[in-house]
């Protein structure tokens, strides 16, 4: 009796702490946790959640018959749940290429190779549907990069590219994001960036975005130029990211203010 | 012109890249403008977070913006701590001093990587709104 009430106990404490969940020394905050609760609870309930909308949508459209192939998703992939565990291990190097591409990217290669139709504009309804459903299926799944050596390169790029002073202001992603991370810049609290929850649904943005825009945001923000679409630099910071965040566990479609 | 006119002249065209020959010790004596900054304005400008963007990193003695940053030391009793050349330096470029500082320097173009086209070189204060600026935090007294 006692027994099974300190199982329960320590069950609710388990689901409860991030940071037991990845172990007891691991210090490392998602963005979720530096959130007021009820935003909290908005992105854990799936019926306030708005980014389950987008999810909902990707369902439908992972099953749609398009493009010259006249082929769905799901007539390659099955049903969503094939794809759990896939988001967790992205970006990666596509079979035959040799530069990685990130989930939205992946989706993409489908989208032109396999079903022979347009690619998604970057950013459009579509394609953040689709990234989100296949992400939601890893929702809970620690983030666990592949180890693929040919990554090692781009993923030090990625990390050249946090730790150099840009913009009219000279800062760094590591001077906020590592330096003065849980510090108040003006009213806002300084996240740890890590790409635990993308694409988000952000109420500021009334929207679904992808971590791309949330980069662009932050360059923007110390006043230097952003990467343009599809630059190889996005999956480069990409990759460095989940690397770090190696461990923690994936949320999205997550919630920010 | 008289002597001093002349002097007041060539600072007031002083383009940021000058501004190194005139750093004495750990500050810049003279106005950038060759005119005395306005406080009042001054206030305002560091309220601003579209155009000082101080309160973003400092905390200061201005009540009514609520949000302020804990990145950096306050700003009250700055106008004790240093003098008016030893604030101008600090704000002008503040990496001559700690090159390590991660507070932005406001009156330099050069040195800087990837800075958006609307931004290009242009200092991010212009030389009478760091004169304004100092003017400000020479008043802080604690």
């Not at chain 2, 470029?93 to 991660?102: E, F, V, Y």
């Amino acid at each position: 009796m006692t027994a099974l009430r300190l199982g329960i106990g320590l069950a609710i404490i388990f689901a409860a702490s991030y940071a037991l969940a990845q172990g007891a020394a691991d210090k490392r905050r998602s963005g979720t946790q530096d959130m007021s609760d009820a935003l909290q609870k908005m992105q854990e309930d799936d019926a306030a959640n708005p980014g389950m909308l987008f999810v909902q949508l990707g369902g439908q459209l992972w099953g749609k018959a398009t493009g010259a192939a006249g082929k769905s998703c799901a007539d390659c992939h099955g049903d969503g749940t094939s794809m759990k565990g896939v988001a967790v291990r992205y970006p990666a190097i596509p079979k035959d290429a040799d530069a990685p591409v990130d989930l939205e990217g992946r989706i993409n290669l489908c989208r032109t190779a396999n079903q022979q139709a347009d690619s998604f504009p970057p950013e459009s309804r579509e394609l953040l549907a689709l990234a989100a459903y296949v992400a939601h299926q890893s929702r809970g799944l620690p983030i666990a990069p592949p180890d693929d050596p040919r990554l090692v390169a781009f993923r030090a790029r990625g990390q050249d590219l946090w730790k150099a002073r840009q913009g009219q202001l000279n800062l760094s992603c590591a001077i906020c994001h590592d330096d003065n991370a849980g510090r108040k810049l003006a009213g806002v609290a300084i996240p740890e960036a890590h790409p635990t929850g993308y694409p988000i649904y952000r109420l500021e943005w009334q929207t679904l975005g992808s971590l791309k825009r949330r980069l662009r945001n932050c360059l923007a923000g110390i006043r230097a130029e952003t990467y343009a679409d599809g630059a190889p630099e996005y999956v480069m910071l990409d990759l460095f990211l989940m690397d770090r965040a190696r461990g923690m566990m994936l949320e999205s479609p997550g919630v920010r203010p | 012109m008289s002597r001093p006119g002349l002097l007041a002249a060539a600072l007031a065209l002083a383009a940021p890249a000058a501004v190194a020959q005139q750093i004495v010790g750990d500050a810049i004596p003279a106005s950038l403008t060759g005119q005395p900054g306005d406080a009042a304005r001054g206030r305002a400008i560091v309220a601003n977070r579209g155009v000082g963007l101080c309160l973003l990193c400092h905390s200061g003695p201005i009540a009514e913006e609520r949000f302020q940053g804990d990145l950096a030391p306050s700003l009250a009793g700055a106008g004790s701590r240093w003098s008016e050349g030893q604030l101008r330096l600090r704000i002008v470029d503040g990496a001559r001093l700690n090159a390590d500082t991660i507070m932005p320097p406001y009156y330099r173009t050069g040195g800087l990587q990837r800075v958006a086209r609307n931004f290009q070189d242009k200092t991010i204060l212009s030389a009478a709104q760091v004169e304004d600026v100092v003017a400000y935090l020479a008043t802080l007294k604690d």
